[in-house]
Structure formats: C-alpha cells, structure tokens
C-alpha cells in the first residue's frame, strides 16, 4: 500500500507586463512587495512539497528570491503575454518541475500574488478541502454584500434596466437571497491532471469553494485596491503585534 504524502505543487504566476498598476507586482505595500505577502504565508505551508514563482521578469525573479521563494526559470514570453492563459503557464510550471524531478505531482495549487490578504490557513484548508473530498478543484471566493446580483443594472436606451434578476423597491439588503459569491482570485487548489489532461482551473461539476470573510477577498488591480489593501494590512498587523 502506498502511504507515501502527497505530492503538492504551488505556483505564484507573476509577469511582469500589468498594466493597471505597473510593475505592482513588485510595487511597496506596508513595506513589502505585493508579492512577498504571498511568498510569506506559502512558505508556511504544511502541505505544500515545492513552492515556485513563475515571471518572465528578472527583477521580479531578483524579488521573489529575495524573499524565499524558488525562480528557478525564466517563463516564455508567448506565456508572458495579454492574452496568454493562466492555465497554460501553470502547465509551463508543472511540466517543468516533474521533468526537474522526474516525479509527477498529485496536486497543484495556485496562489495569486495580487491577492495579499488569504493566511496560510486559507492555504491548507483548501488543500485539506481538495484532498478530503475527491474535488477537481477548491477555489476562493467571497461573499458579495451591496453588489448583489438583484442589484447590478445594465443601461438600455438611456434607461436603467435590471441586468438579470429583477429588484423591487421594497427589496432591503438584508433580504438579498441566496447568498451570492464571486471568486476572489486568491487560491485555485486542484488535482494535477484536472489542469495537466483536463486543462482547467475550475469550473467542472466537482469545484468546491474555499470561503473566506469579504475583507479577504481584496484583489490589488488599481491604485485604489493599493489603498484598500494596505489599510485592512496594517489593522490586521497592529491585531498580530499589540
């Protein structure tokens, strides 16, 4: 009988062509790289078997590595690109690390850098989350609160329309049912070949979520997730550090 750990793969994709925040990627957030906040927590992983980074970008490599993490290649820039896929240079990454090793992986999991806020909690959990029911995948999401879908809107003809569900104006933000999620970008756990043979990150019948509280789910894609981000950083620093 095999009793042998899983094997687990993390990933940080980081290129370094953004162009909502220029090199954010790299860009100071409460004194540290956006993407060290990742690096940090990942390397607390119980679960985890090997962690890299994958950029096509030698200072954010220089970076990455400053803070721990393994950069052991240069991502192809056709993988570098506005139009390429995670998917495929998450296949980069993978095939490269079982060819380093000569040993494939059971799982991988991806850890999006633009989201600073998820703890190595949030990490084992989904893996435990992934492992414990048989998923394809286990990704993060949040709760949405005032952006409700009863209340997103769309404009037709220079009127206000309701986008899909119809809203009443009686209808009270405490009554908004079902609950609505949206994926935060923070954590795609999945089954090696549900990305290797499948070539997803999620989406199939078999993808379970992660939860996390709504003040996790900030995604750093402007100036102003940079704000909001460094403010909910400090309070949870100053709770850490009293």
């Not at 799982?107 to 893996?127: F, Q, S």
């Amino acid at each position: 009988m095999n009793t042998r750990p899983p094997r687990i793969l993390g990933l940080t994709l980081a290129r370094g062509g953004s162009k909502s925040v220029p090199r954010k990627n790299i860009q100071p957030l409460l004194g540290l790289p956006l993407i060290a906040w990742t690096i940090r927590e990942a390397l607390q992983s119980r679960h985890i078997t090997r962690y890299l980074v994958s950029t096509d970008d030698a200072e954010i490599r220089e970076v990455a590595m400053r803070h721990g993490a393994e950069v052991p290649f240069l991502r192809p820039a056709e993988l570098a690109t506005d139009a390429a896929s995670s998917v495929a240079a998450m296949r980069h990454a993978v095939a490269w690390a079982e060819a380093d090793e000569g040993a494939r992986y059971d799982y991988v999991i991806e850890l999006m850098c633009t989201n600073p806020m998820k703890r190595v909690a949030d990490i084992d959990g989904a893996l435990e989350k992934l492992m414990a029911t048989g998923a394809d995948s286990v990704i993060a999401v949040h709760r949405l609160e005032d952006h409700h879908p009863i209340r997103i809107k769309k404009i037709v003809d220079d009127r206000i329309v309701d986008f899909s569900l119809p809203e009443t104006p009686e209808t009270r933000r405490q009554d908004l049912k079902p609950d609505a999620y949206i994926r935060s970008g923070a954590i795609y756990a999945l089954r090696r070949d549900h990305l290797m043979v499948d070539g997803r990150r999620y989406g199939s019948v078999e993808s379970r979520p992660w939860i996390l509280a709504p003040e996790k789910g900030v995604n750093v894609d402007s100036p102003v997730d940079f704000k909001v981000a460094e403010f909910l950083l400090a309070e949870r620093e100053a709770r850490s550090n009293p």
